[in-house]
T-cell receptor
Framework: AQKVTQAQTEISVVEKEDVTLDCVYE???????LFWYKQPPSGELVFLIR??????QNEISGRYSWNFQKSTSSFNFTITASQVVDSAVYFC???????????????FGKGTKLSVKP | EAQVTQNPRYLITVTGKKLTVTCSQN?????MSWYRQDPGLGLRQIYY???????DKGDVPEGYKVSRKEKRNFPLILESPSPNQTSLYFC???????????????FGAGSRLTVL
C-alpha cells in the first residue's frame, strides 16, 4: 500500500543551522512522483519540488536541496543556513502513476513542523 | 492572477446545519480535489474530480458531497455537519487529470470550519 512517513513531528533549530527533513515512502508502482510542499504560518500550501521515480539526481535550489534515494525509498529535504522565514510545516507527498483508477492523487505525509529561532 | 478561490475562509456553524464551501479556479484546470487537514494527521483527500461530471471518493468521503457541473467550480457540501468535521479544508486543482501522477497541485488558501 502507498504511504508517506515523516517521522519528525517537530524540529527546532537556531538560525544559520543546517536542517534535514526526512521523508520515507512506500509504493508498489515503478512510476511515481514525489513532492515537497511548504505551509508557512499564514496557512497556504506552497509547492517546492517534484521529482519522478526515474530521476535520482539530487537537486539544489538556493539554500534548499533534495536527496532522492530509491534504494532506501527516501526523499529528504535539507535547508542550509536556515532562516526564520523557513519556519513552516513541510509536507512530503507521493503520487502514483496508477492508483486504483485515480491517477495522480497525492498522498501526504503528516508533516514536519520546523521552527527556526533567531 | 491564476488562483484557486475558496469561500468562506472561516465559518462557525452548528451541528446539522447544511453548509457549502465553494471552490473556483480560473486556470481551466481539469482536475480538482478537496483535502482536509487535521493536527497530527496531515492532509487527507475527501473527494476529487477528473473533469466535469466526473467525481470520485478519496480517503475520507463520509459526511461530504461534491459536484462538478462546470469546469471551474467544485463545491464541497456538508449536508449535516458534525463536530468531527471541524477542520481546515483545502481545495486544489491541476491542469490535467492523471498525467501519470505528475500533477502539481495549486491550492486554495484554506477554509477553517468549526462545527459546534
Amino acid at each position: 500500500a502507498q504511504k508517506v512517513t515523516q517521522a519528525q513531528t517537530e524540529i527546532s533549530v537556531v538560525e544559520k543551522e543546517d536542517v534535514t527533513l526526512d521523508c520515507v515512502y512506500e509504493t508498489r508502482d515503478t512510476t511515481y512522483y514525489l513532492f515537497w510542499y511548504k505551509q508557512p504560518p499564514s496557512g497556504e500550501l506552497v509547492f517546492l519540488i517534484r521529482r519522478n521515480s526515474f530521476d535520482e539526481q539530487n537537486e539544489i535550489s538556493g539554500r534548499y536541496s533534495w536527496n532522492f534515494q530509491k534504494s532506501t525509498s527516501s526523499f529528504n529535504f535539507t535547508i542550509t543556513a536556515s532562516q526564520v522565514v523557513d519556519s513552516a510545516v513541510y509536507f512530503c507527498a507521493l503520487s502514483e502513476a496508477w492508483r486504483g483508477g485515480s491517477q495522480g492523487n497525492l498522498i501526504f505525509g503528516k508533516g514536519t513542523k520546523l521552527s527556526v529561532k533567531p | 492572477e491564476a488562483q484557486v478561490t475558496q469561500n468562506p475562509r472561516y465559518l462557525i456553524t452548528v451541528t446539522g446545519k447544511k453548509l457549502t464551501v465553494t471552490c473556483s479556479q480560473n486556470m481551466n484546470h481539469e482536475y480538482m480535489s478537496w483535502y482536509r487537514q487535521d493536527p497530527g494527521l496531515g492532509l487527507r483527500q475527501i473527494y476529487y474530480s477528473m473533469n466535469v461530471e466526473v467525481t470520485d471518493k478519496g480517503d475520507v468521503p463520509e459526511g461530504y458531497k461534491v459536484s462538478r457541473k462546470e469546469k471551474r467550480n467544485f463545491p464541497l457540501i456538508l449536508e449535516s455537519p458534525s463536530p468531527n468535521q471541524t477542520s481546515l479544508y483545502f481545495c486544489a486543482s491541476s491542469l490535467f487529470a492523471g498525467a501519470g501522477g505528475a500533477n502539481v497541485l495549486t491550492f486554495g488558501a484554506g477554509s477553517r470550519l468549526t462545527v459546534l
